[in-house]
Nanobody, 129 residues
Framework: QGRLVESGGGLVQSGGSLTLSCTAS????????AAWFRQAPGQELEFVGG????????FYQASLKGRFTISRDNAKNTLYLQMNSLKSEDTAVYYC??????????????????????WGQGTQVTVPS
């Protein structure tokens, strides 16, 4: 299994923007659907959004659609999460994940963490209230 490394987290003021990156160590990254999850303190892991292997079919948790945008650059083996209009409730550790058991499936639109088998270590995003 390859590795995923997130970056770009930090402290941002309410209403601000932040872009997270997730770089894969394997060039096979472009074959697989990927997703972002987050976990706030004392809370369960939460699906943020996902994207097909080709990058043309992002899908989101309904409450985040419009503020968050997922994209990918397969030439750079990198997944992105653009977050706008950040709120204190967005404070969490953000994880990227890949579903490496399914290749080239355009219709992959899974929001369950159990469907993703390769995970990054997470990056902290803090939005003070």
């Amino acid at each position: 299994q390859g590795r995923l490394v997130e970056s770009g987290g930090g402290l941002v003021q309410s209403g601000g923007s932040l872009t997270l990156s997730c770089t894969a160590s394997e060039r096979t990254f472009g074959k697989y659907a990927a997703a972002w999850f987050r976990q706030a303190p004392g809370q369960e892991l939460e699906f943020v959004g996902g994207i097909s292997y080709s990058g043309d079919r992002p899908f989101y948790q309904a409450s985040l659609k419009g503020r968050f945008t997922i994209s990918r650059d397969n030439a750079k083996n990198t997944l992105y999460l653009q977050m706008n209009s950040l709120k204190s409730e967005d404070t969490a550790v953000y994880y990227c994940a890949v579903a490496s058991t399914v290749q080239y499936l355009a219709e992959f639109r899974q929001s369950s963490a159990t469907e993703y088998d390769v995970w990054g270590q997470g990056t902290q995003v803090t939005v003070p209230s």
